[in-house]
C-alpha cells in the first residue's frame, strides 16, 4: 500500500511514519510513504502558496493551483484510481470501521490544509472523502494525517505480528479492551487479580469479557448500543 501525503511540512510526517511498526513495515516494503512538498508546485515567483480569502476576514487560505499541480503529480505514478482524502473537522469523525476498509486501497492520497483553510475550488475538484478525528481543531492536517496512516497501516495484512495484532478485535465487538498486568505479582501494596494466576483459561477469558462491557459501561456508555452482548451480559453488567 503507497501513501502519498501532500502537506507543506513534509519532514514533520516523515518522521511520524518512519519508526517503531510503521518504520518497520515501509522497510520490509509492505507499505510506503512519500510526503509531498506542496510548495514545490508553485508556479509564484516567490513561492507563494497562500493568499488573503476574498470577502476579507482573518488568516490565509492555501490556494488552488500549487495543491492541484502537486495532485496530478502525484495521481500520474498510481497505477489504479487512487481516493483523496482531505483532513478537516469539518467531515464524519474517523473510526476503525473506516481505517479497515481504506486499508483495502492499493494507494491513498492525504491532503493536509494548512491556515484558515483551502481554496474551496480544489476540494471540488480533487477530494472524494472528507475526515476529521475528532471534535477539537488542530493547527494543521498533518497530525490529523498521521494518526489516519497509522490506523490504516496496522490494518494492512502483515504489518503487524500475530502478537501484535491481538487488540484491535475488541473494539471491532464494540467494547474496550479489558485491564492488563504484568511482573510483578504484587506492585506498590496491589496484587494482580487472583484468576490471571490461576491457570483456568475458561475463567480467565470470561472475567475478561466481564471487566470488558464493566469498562466499556463506565468509560464509553455511548458504545454499548452498538456493542454485540448477549441478554444475559446486557442484564447483568452493561
Ligand atoms: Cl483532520 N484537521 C484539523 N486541522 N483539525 C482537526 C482535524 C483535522 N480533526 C480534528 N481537528
Same mark, same amino acid.
Given at each position: 500500500?503507497?501513501?502519498?501525503?501532500?502537506?507543506?511540512?513534509?519532514?514533520?510526517?516523515?518522521?511520524?511514519?518512519?519508526?517503531?511498526?510503521?518504520?518497520?513495515?515501509?522497510?520490509?516494503?509492505?507499505?510506503?510513504?512519500?510526503? +509531498? &512538498? %506542496?510548495?514545490? =508546485?508553485?508556479?509564484?515567483?516567490?513561492?507563494?502558496?497562500?493568499?488573503?480569502?476574498?470577502?476579507?476576514?482573518?488568516?490565509? +487560505?492555501?490556494?488552488?493551483? *500549487? %495543491?492541484?499541480?502537486?495532485?496530478?503529480? !502525484?495521481?500520474?505514478?498510481?497505477?489504479? @484510481?487512487?481516493?483523496?482524502? #482531505?483532513?478537516?473537522?469539518?467531515?464524519?469523525?474517523?473510526?476503525?470501521?473506516?481505517?479497515?476498509?481504506?486499508?483495502?486501497?492499493? &494507494?491513498?492520497?492525504?491532503?493536509?490544509?494548512?491556515?484558515?483553510?483551502?481554496?474551496?475550488?480544489?476540494?471540488?475538484? %480533487?477530494?472524494?472523502?472528507?475526515?476529521?478525528?475528532?471534535?477539537?481543531?488542530?493547527?494543521?492536517?498533518?497530525?490529523?494525517?498521521? !494518526?489516519?496512516?497509522?490506523?490504516?497501516?496496522?490494518? +494492512? @495484512?502483515?504489518?503487524?505480528?500475530? /502478537?501484535?495484532?491481538?487488540?484491535?478485535?475488541?473494539?471491532?465487538?464494540?467494547?474496550?479492551? #479489558?485491564?492488563? =498486568?504484568?511482573? *510483578?505479582?504484587?506492585?506498590?501494596?496491589?496484587?494482580? *487479580?487472583?484468576?490471571?494466576?490461576?491457570?483456568?483459561?475458561?475463567?480467565?477469558?470470561?472475567?475478561?469479557?466481564?471487566?470488558?462491557?464493566?469498562?466499556?459501561?463506565?468509560?464509553?456508555?455511548?458504545?454499548?448500543?452498538?456493542?454485540?452482548?448477549?441478554?444475559? /451480559?446486557?442484564?447483568?453488567?452493561?
Amino acid at each position: 500500500m503507497k501513501f502519498y501525503i501532500l502537506t507543506l511540512f513534509p519532514e514533520m510526517v516523515e518522521q511520524g511514519l518512519t519508526t517503531s511498526i510503521i518504520g518497520r513495515a515501509v522497510a520490509n516494503g509492505l507499505l510506503s510513504v512519500e510526503a +509531498v &512538498n %506542496i510548495r514545490d =508546485y508553485t508556479t509564484d515567483r516567490h513561492k507563494k502558496v497562500d493568499d488573503y480569502p476574498y470577502g476579507g476576514g482573518a488568516g490565509m +487560505v492555501m490556494q488552488a493551483q *500549487p %495543491i492541484y499541480d502537486a495532485w496530478c503529480a !502525484v495521481k500520474k505514478k498510481c497505477n489504479s @484510481p487512487a481516493r483523496t482524502i #482531505y483532513l478537516t473537522p469539518q467531515a464524519p469523525v474517523f473510526h476503525q470501521a473506516m481505517a479497515k476498509e481504506l486499508a483495502e486501497e492499493e &494507494n491513498l492520497i492525504l491532503l493536509c490544509g494548512h491556515y484558515e483553510g483551502v481554496d474551496e475550488r480544489v476540494l471540488e475538484e %480533487i477530494v472524494t472523502d472528507y475526515v476529521s478525528i475528532g471534535d477539537y481543531v488542530l493547527t494543521g492536517g498533518e497530525l490529523a494525517a498521521m !494518526v489516519v496512516c497509522d490506523a490504516i497501516s496496522r490494518m +494492512v @495484512p502483515g504489518v503487524l505480528t500475530n /502478537e501484535e495484532s491481538g487488540t484491535t478485535e475488541s473494539l471491532e465487538g464494540g467494547l474496550l479492551e #479489558y485491564p492488563q =498486568y504484568s511482573r *510483578p505479582e504484587e506492585w506498590n501494596g496491589k496484587k494482580v *487479580p487472583e484468576i490471571l494466576l490461576s491457570g483456568d483459561h475458561a475463567k480467565v477469558d470470561a472475567w475478561r469479557r466481564k471487566q470488558s462491557i464493566l469498562r466499556t459501561a463506565e468509560r464509553r456508555p455511548d458504545l454499548l448500543d452498538q456493542a454485540v452482548l448477549t441478554e444475559e /451480559e446486557r442484564k447483568e453488567w452493561a
